[in-house]
């Protein structure tokens, strides 16, 4: 039952008193809000993505049983391909916790598909970047053979039980045809449960996020979700105006960590401004706020002026800055904005968890080493893991020199291309 008054909603006695205006008829006539709103958490994995931040396995462990027991519905554990240890806290939540639904993201292939589903996932958010970049690098330029491949994982995911969320990263600079090739055929002939638009740049005004989440929902019947970032400052503003554009689904994480939507902000949001319940026990908030920046070490984001915002550790983003090494920026002005322009520093490739062979080509080439070959690659690339994981943080310059030196003596041979 919802605890809002019919006669005054904005009041609820002993907890807040908002806004009257929140709930005009003239404000909420185009609105088409869910019933109840359920929360996807990404602290375990987007959240570690933040430079530097690392979350042991029993760190990830103790994070997810106080999301469960907060009643966050769904838990995205990790990214079983980041690492083995990733991979074992996946696993062990999946065996552990059986109050929440347990996820991992995965790239569109098969063996980071096989990997999750071998550590006991019931859901898994299938990322698709909806960018022609993408198209060219992962499916030789054709939407077709993204969308065939698309539909052949998910498959496969619901053959071993696994329910897929399809994740469109960047959606929110895609063209929309792009999105309407991809959403349409996928949500038809797939076996997948819902789409996720995501704001990967946190570039979009609320209003134009309402207007996606609308574009998108006269693509398909699927339930909607969104995961929005905090680039520009509304992150939870983006995702409460796609709430109320009908989305049943809000991806959130802990103190906003690494710029996702933040939990408390869009639980309360949703509850206080909007009406609708997220059933989050909101008495807990304080208390996992805590455990989460005392896990991290990571302040709260600010954006444009915070610290760290130039630092770029995930393998992903690598790939791209090797591509347009030779350019001002490496590219990196249309991926994230610029933040010389507000003074800032220039972008910065740095070496931990989440780093990926591209990163190791990048780093090299940037400090005039010569680029190993995918052997090498691989190994340095291994231990880098392994020193981060286990100490908690990033691997210097000079470590990487010293690696460097030794296994490419070791490993000769072509470079990675």
């Given at each position: 039952m919802s605890q809002h008054s019919s006669s005054s909603p904005w009041v609820v006695p002993g907890k807040w008193s908002v806004s009257r205006y929140?709930?005009?008829?003239?404000?909420?006539?185009?609105?088409?809000l869910p019933a109840q709103v359920r929360i996807h958490d990404v602290t375990l994995r987007d959240g570690e993505q933040w430079p530097g931040v690392v979350l042991q396995k029993a760190e990830k462990l103790r994070i997810a049983h106080a999301l469960a027991d907060l009643g966050v519905q769904r838990i995205e554990g990790g990214m079983p391909a980041v690492s083995e240890e990733d991979a074992d806290a996946v696993r062990a939540m999946s065996r552990e916790i059986h109050t929440a639904e347990i996820s991992a993201l995965v790239r569109p292939f098969q063996t980071d598909l096989e990997l999750a589903a071998s550590c006991g996932v019931k859901?898994?958010?299938?990322?698709?970047?909806?960018?022609?970049?993408?198209?060219?690098?992962f499916f030789g330029g054709s939407v077709e053979k993204c969308v065939e491949e698309c539909i052949a994982l998910?498959?496969?995911?619901?053959?071993?039980?696994i329910k897929t969320t399809l994740f469109l990263s960047d959606a929110t600079?895609?063209?929309?045809?792009?999105?309407?090739?991809?959403v349409g055929p996928i949500s038809s002939q797939g076996e997948i449960v819902s789409i996720g638009i995501v704001d990967t740049r946190g570039c979009a005004l609320p209003q134009a996020m309402a207007w996606l989440v609308k574009a998108i929902r006269s693509m398909t019947?699927?339930?909607?979700?969104?995961?929005?970032?905090?680039?520009?400052g509304m992150a939870t503003a983006t995702t409460l105006a796609a709430v109320a554009a009908g989305v049943e689904v809000m991806h959130t994480a802990v103190n906003g960590l690494n710029g996702n939507a933040a939990l408390d902000e869009c639980v309360m949001g949703a509850e206080a401004l909007l009406g609708v319940e997220t059933g989050v026990r909101l008495a807990g908030l304080t208390a996992i706020s805590e455990l989460v920046r005392d896990a991290s070490g990571a302040d709260w984001y600010k954006p444009f002026v915070g610290p760290g915002l130039n630092l770029q550790e995930v393998g992903t983003v690598a790939l791209p800055m090797w591509l347009y090494r030779d350019q001002m920026g490496h590219g990196q002005a249309d991926i994230f904005p610029n933040y010389q322009v507000v003074g800032g520093k220039p972008?910065?490739?740095?070496?931990?968890?989440?780093?990926?062979?591209?990163?190791i080509a990048f780093k090299s080439w940037e400090l005039g080493l010569t680029i190993p070959s995918d052997e090498a690659t691989t190994e340095i690339?291994?231990?880098?893991?392994?020193i981060s994981q286990r100490e908690k943080r990033l691997v210097t310059e000079e470590e990487f020199r010293s690696m460097h030196e030794t296994v490419t003596a070791e490993m000769p041979g072509p470079p990675l291309t």
């Open positions: 929140n709930f005009e008829p003239e404000v909420r006539q185009d609105w088409s859901h898994v958010v299938l990322e698709v970047l909806a960018m022609p970049l993408a198209m060219q690098l998910t498959e496969f995911a619901a053959e071993n039980g600079r895609a063209e929309l045809a792009l999105l309407a090739s991809l019947d699927l339930p909607i979700e969104v995961h929005a970032h905090h680039d520009f972008v910065e490739l740095v070496l931990g968890k989440m780093s990926g062979k591209y990163s690339l291994t231990q880098i893991k392994s």
